[in-house]
């Protein structure tokens, strides 16, 4: 029971950076109607922009300073590659942020080189106990982080101005446009926002183990967790990506005993097989909107 | 009476052209025809002649490269035909390939050997359970696919070169592992084995044959299908699904059947793919090869299975120009660890040519193509 316990923690740590990353491609999804592949790089980014501040600022600076950074980029691309492309096919635009996906990552390996660069985290590998359990303290941290930004997010998108204009203008682009929501502005907010996550996550995945060169096929595993939770659902992505961070865990810790002949590893690939299971039975996700359409 | 007369008016099959009128049908069967004009007669039999004769002129290094580049062909036009055709969006031709190659690689390897054998090298027997096997695969999956749309299909069908390349690596006995791989398909006809050196040329020569004749079988086979009830079908199901099933096409059925013809068409290639080098190592069949699949189809012209063929070239005959760029351009490395290297150059290239083509011409080579020649035909008018 301790161990399972710990098991489901672990997976909460890193499932919260899977909500967190496929919270940016909801945001992106839902203002542009595109899954952005450019996220991968934009995390990886972010965890070497990290990397790199913490040396001249510290860490609790450096996040926030990478973050926005990140965002900026974000903002930048959106700007010149994707502004440009409204209005073409779904499938253009997508095939360009993977396009983009490759060049950024291209310019950050440079920025990596073959090594494993550290966060500089406070928290690195070091345990804690809470009661019985023994967990690390980066998945606490993790769960704590992701806790906060969700909070703000929904709150952004509930309270604010911006975040009315951000629905509105996913709810029916042109009728917002014709109450004088900025629709630009709005496509340009949801790639900032989507940047911030993804570098925060960035930072989270290089916790402990360092960022290399090939972290970024981490942030793929976000892909199930938002076709888990529904495209078009902000609630749908936070919950499938904690669902696939404790399945991914759980794999870990007893496929190995209980299956060993789904092979070593089989964690890794876990998501994409609970993806396909749900997919079987709600072709729209757990949450999202079921298409109708006219002929 | 009139139903005999009005039937009489109304040409059918091949009949006489008129001469200096290239363009003017007297019957549906012409204007359906596969090469419809004189010129595109002659100018095939040309260029498929030349293809033939090339493997007598061209370095053996060359036609390996081009023979490559047929194979790929095949799978590009298989894609062509689930992605351009229907229109389901299909990242995960990679997987299907991963199985035809394996099952070629199993058919044909050596009973006692270190991996998974069954000793049947004969190119006609393996070469068609490799595509059924894919076949039956992509018919496994269709169910899926039929369900889901667009976005949600590109990211399943991700899922399932994820799931592939688990599998591959994990089944040891069958792949040889990462990093250790197996020997890969042997192709004999009729007893002649074509991979060494023989009556028929060199290695290189008569694998350069065995794959243009693939090529061609499978090049004509689509574009048969493609004009065919099956095709139309495709075509009504990529350009409005829900119009088509109103219309009276069973969409489920002809989705389950794009997929499985792309799928065969991704096993076939994937049979022949390893043929030249001899090796097939499990890390092989990664996105990358998914992405490498989408950028032929997109560069070479969707939905055109010359357009398949000129991207495939397209994709594999730039590799020697990006490969002999560190002689010009100094920062530029040979090296894979030292950045940039010329590698991720490639891949930063196909990602840019995608976009670059998508923009600005997006019917591929086969659109250029098309301009060129429209611009020729009216020459010196500008149209």
Redesign the interface.
Same mark, same amino acid.
């Given at each position: 029971m301790k161990g399972l316990l710990e098991t489901v923690v672990r997976g909460l740590g890193n499932g919260s950076v899977y909500a967190l990353l496929a919270l940016g491609f909801v945001i992106i999804y839902k203002a542009t109607k595109v899954i952005s592949f450019a996220q991968p790089a934009l995390m990886l980014a972010g965890a070497v922009a990290v990397s790199y501040l913490v040396e001249v600022t510290g860490f609790y600076l450096a996040v926030p300073l990478a973050a926005l950074m990140i965002a900026l980029l974000a903002l930048g691309i959106e700007r010149v590659a994707i502004r440009p492309m409204v209005g073409r096919p779904v499938f253009v635009v997508a095939i360009i942020t993977l396009g983009i996906d490759v060049v950024i990552r291209v310019v950050v390996n440079h920025y990596i080189g073959r090594d494993v660069r550290q966060m500089g985290d406070p928290w690195g590998f070091d345990q804690v106990s809470i009661g019985p359990l023994v967990v690390q303290e980066r998945w606490l941290a993790m769960l704590a982080v992701t806790a906060v930004l969700v909070g703000l997010l929904f709150a952004f998108f509930r309270y604010t101005r911006y975040g009315l204009a951000m629905r509105a203008a996913a709810y029916d682009q042109e009728t917002a446009l014709a109450q004088g929501v900025s629709v630009g502005a709005v496509f340009a907010l949801s790639w900032g926002l989507a940047g911030f996550l993804a570098a925060i996550a960035g930072m989270f995945v290089g916790t402990g183990q360092g960022v290399e060169q090939l972290t970024w096929i981490i942030a793929l595993k976000a892909l199930p967790a938002i076709i888990l939770g529904g495209l078009d659902s902000l609630g749908g992505a936070v919950i499938g990506g904690l669902t696939i961070g404790v399945v991914e865990s759980l794999f870990q810790s007893y496929q190995g005993d209980i299956a060993p002949w789904l092979g070593q590893n089989f964690a890794v690939v876990s998501p994409y097989v609970v993806m396909l299971l749900v997919l079987l039975v709600r072709p729209y996700g757990l949450f999202g909107t079921r298409e109708v359409e006219r002929v | 009476m009139t139903t005999l007369s009005r039937d009489s008016d109304i040409p059918t099959g091949r009949s006489r052209r008129v001469r200096g009128r290239p363009l003017l049908y007297t019957s549906y069967g012409q204007d359906m025809a596969l090469l419809d004009t004189t010129a595109k007669r002659i100018w095939t039999l040309v260029l498929v002649l030349a293809a033939f004769l090339l493997s007598g002129m061209l370095a053996d290094r060359s036609l390996e490269v081009l023979a490559g580049a047929f194979v790929l062909a095949i799978g590009a036009i298989g894609l062509n035909i689930v992605s351009g055709y229907a229109g389901q969006?299909s990242l995960g031709h990679a997987f299907f390939v991963a199985i035809g190659a394996y099952t070629a690689a199993a058919l044909s390897g050596p009973v006692d050997g270190r991996n998974l054998g069954f000793g049947l090298t004969e190119i006609w027997i393996w070469l068609p359970a490799a595509g059924l096997l894919a076949a039956l695969a992509g018919v496994l999956v269709a169910?899926?696919a039929v369900?889901?749309?667009?976005?949600?299909l590109?990211? $399943?069908t /991700?899922? *399932?070169v994820?799931?592939g390349?688990? &599998?591959f690596?994990?089944?040891d006995h069958l792949t040889g592992g990462p990093g250790v791989g197996r020997q890969s398909a042997v192709p004999t006809l009729f007893g002649a084995r074509l991979d060494v050196d023989g009556p028929l040329g060199t290695r290189e020569q008569s694998l350069y044959t065995l794959m243009l004749i693939m090529l061609i079988i499978f090049a004509v086979a689509a574009r048969n299908l493609a004009r065919s009830r099956i095709g139309r079908a495709f075509s009504a199901i990529r350009d409005?699904d &829900?119009?088509a099933e109103?219309i009276g096409v069973p969409i489920t059925r002809y989705k389950v059947l794009a997929f499985g013809i792309s799928s065969f068409y991704a096993g076939c290639a994937g049979g022949l793919l390893y043929v030249m080098t001899g090796f097939v190592e499990p890390g092989s069949f990664s996105l990358l090869l998914s $992405?490498q699949f &989408?950028a032929m189809v /997109?560069i070479g012209g969707v939905a055109t299975v010359s357009g398949s063929i000129m991207g495939a070239l397209f994709i594999v005959l730039i590799q020697p120009l990006t490969r002999a760029l560190p002689g010009f351009v100094p920062f530029i490395s040979g090296d894979t !660890?030292v !950045?940039?290297n010329v590698f991720?150059v490639e !891949?930063?290239l196909?990602? *840019?040519l &995608? $976009?670059l083509f /998508? $923009?600005f011409e997006?019917r591929g080579l086969f659109g250029i193509w098309i301009r060129v020649r429209n611009y020729w035909k009216s020459w010196p008018f500008s149209y």
């Amino acid at each position: 029971m301790k161990g399972l316990l710990e098991t489901v923690v672990r997976g909460l740590g890193n499932g919260s950076v899977y909500a967190l990353l496929a919270l940016g491609f909801v945001i992106i999804y839902k203002a542009t109607k595109v899954i952005s592949f450019a996220q991968p790089a934009l995390m990886l980014a972010g965890a070497v922009a990290v990397s790199y501040l913490v040396e001249v600022t510290g860490f609790y600076l450096a996040v926030p300073l990478a973050a926005l950074m990140i965002a900026l980029l974000a903002l930048g691309i959106e700007r010149v590659a994707i502004r440009p492309m409204v209005g073409r096919p779904v499938f253009v635009v997508a095939i360009i942020t993977l396009g983009i996906d490759v060049v950024i990552r291209v310019v950050v390996n440079h920025y990596i080189g073959r090594d494993v660069r550290q966060m500089g985290d406070p928290w690195g590998f070091d345990q804690v106990s809470i009661g019985p359990l023994v967990v690390q303290e980066r998945w606490l941290a993790m769960l704590a982080v992701t806790a906060v930004l969700v909070g703000l997010l929904f709150a952004f998108f509930r309270y604010t101005r911006y975040g009315l204009a951000m629905r509105a203008a996913a709810y029916d682009q042109e009728t917002a446009l014709a109450q004088g929501v900025s629709v630009g502005a709005v496509f340009a907010l949801s790639w900032g926002l989507a940047g911030f996550l993804a570098a925060i996550a960035g930072m989270f995945v290089g916790t402990g183990q360092g960022v290399e060169q090939l972290t970024w096929i981490i942030a793929l595993k976000a892909l199930p967790a938002i076709i888990l939770g529904g495209l078009d659902s902000l609630g749908g992505a936070v919950i499938g990506g904690l669902t696939i961070g404790v399945v991914e865990s759980l794999f870990q810790s007893y496929q190995g005993d209980i299956a060993p002949w789904l092979g070593q590893n089989f964690a890794v690939v876990s998501p994409y097989v609970v993806m396909l299971l749900v997919l079987l039975v709600r072709p729209y996700g757990l949450f999202g909107t079921r298409e109708v359409e006219r002929v | 009476m009139t139903t005999l007369s009005r039937d009489s008016d109304i040409p059918t099959g091949r009949s006489r052209r008129v001469r200096g009128r290239p363009l003017l049908y007297t019957s549906y069967g012409q204007d359906m025809a596969l090469l419809d004009t004189t010129a595109k007669r002659i100018w095939t039999l040309v260029l498929v002649l030349a293809a033939f004769l090339l493997s007598g002129m061209l370095a053996d290094r060359s036609l390996e490269v081009l023979a490559g580049a047929f194979v790929l062909a095949i799978g590009a036009i298989g894609l062509n035909i689930v992605s351009g055709y229907a229109g389901q969006i299909s990242l995960g031709h990679a997987f299907f390939v991963a199985i035809g190659a394996y099952t070629a690689a199993a058919l044909s390897g050596p009973v006692d050997g270190r991996n998974l054998g069954f000793g049947l090298t004969e190119i006609w027997i393996w070469l068609p359970a490799a595509g059924l096997l894919a076949a039956l695969a992509g018919v496994l999956v269709a169910p899926l696919a039929v369900r889901l749309r667009g976005l949600y299909l590109a990211v $399943v069908t /991700l899922g *399932l070169v994820f799931l592939g390349e688990h &599998i591959f690596k994990e089944w040891d006995h069958l792949t040889g592992g990462p990093g250790v791989g197996r020997q890969s398909a042997v192709p004999t006809l009729f007893g002649a084995r074509l991979d060494v050196d023989g009556p028929l040329g060199t290695r290189e020569q008569s694998l350069y044959t065995l794959m243009l004749i693939m090529l061609i079988i499978f090049a004509v086979a689509a574009r048969n299908l493609a004009r065919s009830r099956i095709g139309r079908a495709f075509s009504a199901i990529r350009d409005r699904d &829900i119009a088509a099933e109103v219309i009276g096409v069973p969409i489920t059925r002809y989705k389950v059947l794009a997929f499985g013809i792309s799928s065969f068409y991704a096993g076939c290639a994937g049979g022949l793919l390893y043929v030249m080098t001899g090796f097939v190592e499990p890390g092989s069949f990664s996105l990358l090869l998914s $992405v490498q699949f &989408i950028a032929m189809v /997109l560069i070479g012209g969707v939905a055109t299975v010359s357009g398949s063929i000129m991207g495939a070239l397209f994709i594999v005959l730039i590799q020697p120009l990006t490969r002999a760029l560190p002689g010009f351009v100094p920062f530029i490395s040979g090296d894979t !660890t030292v !950045t940039p290297n010329v590698f991720q150059v490639e !891949t930063v290239l196909y990602g *840019l040519l &995608i $976009v670059l083509f /998508l $923009v600005f011409e997006p019917r591929g080579l086969f659109g250029i193509w098309i301009r060129v020649r429209n611009y020729w035909k009216s020459w010196p008018f500008s149209y």
